[in-house]
């Protein structure tokens, strides 16, 4: 803290204010749970599958083409 | 609130990278009072502040690996608390003088026969006259004399530059000095005398 606000005596008052807490359970929980989110963070299954079968698509369509151009 | 080392800070972000529950455990430990404190008092509603704040930290876990490698850590988590509250009251087109204070779930904490006479009366002006600040008013001081900010760095939090910052804390300063009495003001001086 600066000592300017130390001089202060409304900013010294707000800085007296009881502090409210969380809920103890609640807050472990929560630890608990945002934890393993960071730890294990979603796998995007579903989008790597959509790009993988676009590829493959696009490779296939490509092949036929070439197939038609070379007849 | 003990400031952090900035080595330490800087170890910290690189691990919450890396996806180290312990890291998280230790800014989880450091902050979750501390935002909780901040939304309450700038919601001035405990069941909103739980749900801001589990948001916070949700979006927290989404963003560390892609935090940068000197992010300082208070100003970005009172930068996601402060933007999801801003959210929060647009969607509710809420105004920001709305509820009675709604901070404890019953009372606070048993206080001592000593500081209930001395602080209670006191405290609850300070309280009630930072609550009936507008809310960009409530946010500078809860940052600065609260959470011990710099005023630079609760810039950074409000997304304002820093003069205007200076201006709204010496605006809010004002305010608050008059709504509160002046007895309030001697009470504050003869408390910090007595009180250890």
Redesign the interface.
Known sequence: MSSSRHEDALMRALAMLPPVVPNATHADRLRARCRARLERPPHHLSADLESKTVGAVSAMYAWQLLQLVIR | MTPVDRGFELDLIAR?KR???DA??QV?AAF??RL??FL??LSRR?DI??DL??ET??R???H??RLHDDTRLAPWLFTIARNLYASYCRSRLLDYEMAALQ???SQ??EPSPFEAAA?GE??QR??VA?ASLSGIYREA?LL???E?L?PAEAATVCGVTPETMRQRLSRA?SL??RR?DAS??SS??V??EVLP
């Open positions: 919450l996806g180290e529950g998280f455990d989880f979750n009072p909780f404190n309450a008092r405990r502040a739980e704040l589990e930290w949700l927290v876990v989404a560390a690996p901070l404890w779930p606070p904490a602080a006191l405290q300070v309280e930072l001081l600065v004399a609260l011990g710099t300063r608050l000095a509160l309030a003001i504050v001086r408390l910090k």
